[in-house]
């Protein structure tokens, strides 16, 4: 599957700049293209400046709203993002058309964080203009949800988080989630911390999008991933996650088909299901899921029918509701990978407990600005009859 993926500000443009770089991993590695263009959008130059796999043409790095910015962010006023972007909006349809293979395009991938102000703006008004455009063709959101303790100190954090996931869910037709806070490892700094974030956000998709577009019939696999399928998963708001199980150097002496081999294949398999839940990009509920989708990737002697059923199975006990597809994906040497989307999920706990909390905020805030006019009236009461000099 080949993705068009445009990144609104700077953790949009971070995360679409670690796109393009797993294209040229697709490239190097497996003689593949996965993206068919990556662009940043942004109201701030420098942010611009800071990326490194994106072309640095104005045509990939978008710099909109410098006559209101002067190329220095909206300052998290996601208002003036979606604005900004409103006016300018044709400027980056005519501009992310000038790829050479853009016709092949599958979907479009727009991602941003929630939290601030030129992405947030920008990633429904983007979607909102490239569904009107492109009737035919998916348009998804990847919206990267704020750290906890950006909800605790900046006082926009969770209006803008709600109104752009709001705003989001009406036009996109389906919505990543992402939660920051789930990749924070205490010992890096900030800055390490979200290139790390950034790099584990893309990788579950690199076999996802490979699976579909491999030509070598000895990496196609017995039941082949490709883009009609993900298409038909995609649908609302989707998590993704992906899990590793290491393959020992040491194989076992007794040949394939003795019982301890297969019982350690089905380990490995059920280890990796695993470990893809527990690093799914938001923490939920699996039975919440009404579509599901698991690609296994491994050496060839490493999967059979057996264990690509066994992992279906354990995923459908837990994804109760959910109509699940798969693949399998020949590829690699010492691991064995599975790459889990969990999507038209009911009930995101995260998300409704964003609208609650920006409902409260809202009325808290029409509350002290009420109060702020009553002592302004009264002021203007006391000293009515005091002569003025003006
Ligand atoms: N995962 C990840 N999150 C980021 C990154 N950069 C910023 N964020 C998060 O994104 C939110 C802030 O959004 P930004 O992208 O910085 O804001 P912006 O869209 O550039 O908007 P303005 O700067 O207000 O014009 C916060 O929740 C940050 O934690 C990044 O590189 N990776
Ligand atoms: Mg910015």
Same mark, same amino acid.
């Given at each position: 599957m080949k993705l068009l993926v445009i990144g609104c500000g700077q953790c949009g443009g971070r995360i679409a700049d670690a796109f393009a770089r797993l294209n040229g991993r697709a490239h190097v590695q497996?003689?593949?293209?996965?993206?068919?263009g990556a662009f940043a959008v942004n109201t701030d130059i420098a942010d611009l400046s800071?990326?490194?796999?994106? $072309?640095?043409d104005y045509q990939h790095r978008i710099l909109i709203g410098s006559q209101k910015t002067s190329g220095h962010?909206?300052?998290?006023i996601n208002e003036l993002g979606s604005e900004i972007t409103r006016e300018e909006g044709d400027k980056i349809l005519d501009a992310i058309k000038?790829?050479?293979?853009?016709?092949?395009?599958?979907a479009f991938l727009l991602v941003a964080g929630a939290a601030g102000g030129t992405g947030s703006g920008a990633i429904p008004i983007l979607t909102q203009y490239l569904k009107e455009r492109y009737v035919e063709k998916p348009i998804y959101n990847l919206i990267v949800l704020p750290f906890k303790h950006e909800e605790r100190v900046e006082e926009r954090t969770i209006y803008n988080t709600a109104t752009c996931l709001k705003s989001a869910y009406l036009v996109a037709d389906a919505i990543f989630l992402v939660d920051n806070q789930r990749y924070v490892? $205490?010992?890096?700094?900030i800055q390490d911390n979200l290139a790390k974030i950034n790099t584990l956000v893309v990788e579950p998709f690199y076999n996802l999008l490979c699976a579909g577009e491999e030509k070598k019939p000895k990496y196609i696999g017995a039941k082949m991933l490709d883009a009609g399928d993900i298409i038909q998963t995609l649908t609302g708001w989707t998590v993704i996650g992906y899990g590793t199980s290491q393959i020992p150097f040491f194989r076992f002496p007794?040949?394939?088909?003795h019982f301890r081999d297969k019982t350690s294949k089905t380990q490995r398999g059920n280890q990796a299901m695993d470990d893809a839940i527990t690093e799914l990009s938001l923490k939920c509920d699996?039975?919440?899921?009404k579509r599901a989708l698991y690609l296994l990737s491994a050496p060839?002697?490493?999967?059979n029918m057996t264990l690509i059923n066994e992992i279906g199975n354990s995923l459908k006990r837990i994804a109760t509701e959910a109509i699940i597809r798969s693949g399998d994906y020949p590829r690699g040497k010492r691991s064995l990978d599975i790459t889990l989307v969990l999507s038209e999920?009911?009930?995101?706990r995260k998300v409704m407990g964003y609208f609650t909390k920006a409902i409260q905020h809202i009325s808290s805030y029409r509350q002290r600005w009420e109060g702020l006019e009553d002592e302004h009236g009264g002021i203007e009461e006391a000293f009515r009859d005091i002569p003025s000099l003006l």
């Open positions: 497996r003689g593949i293209e996965i993206i068919t800071g990326l490194s796999f994106i $072309k640095p962010g909206v300052g998290k000038t790829p050479r293979h853009f016709h092949e395009t599958d490892r $205490k010992e890096f700094s007794f040949g394939t088909s699996p039975s919440d899921a060839p002697d490493e999967m999920l009911i009930n995101v």
